[in-house]
Structures are given as C-alpha cells and as structure tokens.
C-alpha cells in the first residue's frame, strides 16, 4: 500500500478524475497550505536582492513601510498588508502587483485591508505620477468607495514615506511571527 507521500492522482484531464483521485489531492490540501508562510519569506528575501532603480531594495521598502505603520500604532492586520502590499512587484508586468499582493493577503485579512492593498498603486500615483506624464488625481475616481480614505492614508502616512535609505527599520525575521499568525508555521 501507498502512504500519503507517495500517493498521486491518475487522470490526466479533470473530466476523467475520480472522487478517489480528489481524496487523494484533499489529502495534501493542509502540507500545500502549510507552504503559504515559507513561500512568503523566499519571495521577500528575492525582493531584498532587487532595487528596480528605488533608493532601497523592494525588501527594505515594505520592511520601512511595514515599520513605520507598526510604530504609527496600526493593527497587526494593517502591519500585515504594509509589509506585503507590494510583494507582487516582481511577479507581474505592469501595474497590477497591487493585485497579486491582495490575492496574497484577501483569505487572512478584511475586505478593507484587501482593498487598500488592491488599490494602493492608483493612490501611491497622487505622488509621483505627474512626473510621468499622468494624472496624479486618478485615485479620485474611487471617492465615494469606502476605504478611500484608509488607502489614502496608507500612501501620505506609509508606502510613500518608505525610501529612505538611512531610516532603521524592523528586520525580516522580526515580522515572521507576524506572518505565522496569519498565514500558519512554515512546512517542516
């Protein structure tokens, strides 16, 4: 008899899956989650190694984001999304990494977090994006959304603050436990 671990389903379309090939695949649904955690850190470390042409590495500005909204006194959720809100920088063209770092963090975190982390890049554009030709006022489109105001607060107070390369922030490994507390331990 098979264990678990070695254990894999048979078909090679989902039309010609079994329920027992499902079990089979149900079966490793928590180690598969139990990745989430660890999957986090690898990609933040990658980020440590990339600067994009930012006065610091991707890494050091959630880290100084994410530092600056825990002294500001935010909940651990908010610190959460500040840390992660542009983990999808390298992993996706254009502007949409605000999207891939909201699909990252919207199964732990409110539908206001979720929002913010989704929209900060229009809001983080009322800084700079006159610079490039754009309407800095693009994020007013959003006004009577409901967690404008957290979002826009989040770019002035945090995320647009968070690029100075003499500023100490909170190390990575001082965020893990945050990270475990929403995401779950890391796989042995």
């Known amino acids: 008899m098979q264990t678990t671990e070695q254990r894999r389903a048979s078909f090679t379309t989902f039309a010609e899956s079994t329920k027992d090939d499902w079990q089979i695949i149900q079966s490793y649904f928590a180690e598969t989650q139990s990745l989430a955690t660890r999957n986090i850190l690898v990609q933040m470390q990658m980020l440590g190694r990339d600067h994009g042409g930012f ?100 770019c002035e107070h945090y995320d647009q603050r968070a690029f100075d390369p003499d500023f100490v922030s909170n190390p990575l490994e001082h965020y893990v436990p945050l990270i475990e507390q929403f995401f779950g331990p890391p796989a042995g």
């Open 55 to 154: 006065p610091v590495s991707r890494l050091e500005h959630m880290l100084q984001t994410a530092t600056l909204a825990e002294r500001g006194g935010e909940s651990d959720e908010y610190v959460l999304c500040a840390l992660l809100h542009d983990i999808g920088d390298t992993l996706s063209p254009g502007q949409v990494h605000p999207d891939v770092a909201a699909a990252i963090v919207a199964p732990v975190v409110s539908e206001a977090h979720t929002w913010m982390v989704a929209k900060h890049g229009v809001f983080q554009g009322y800084y700079f994006w006159h610079h490039l030709g754009l309407n800095r006022d693009t994020r007013d489109r959003f006004a009577d959304a409901p967690h404008y105001d957290l979002t826009a607060d989040f």
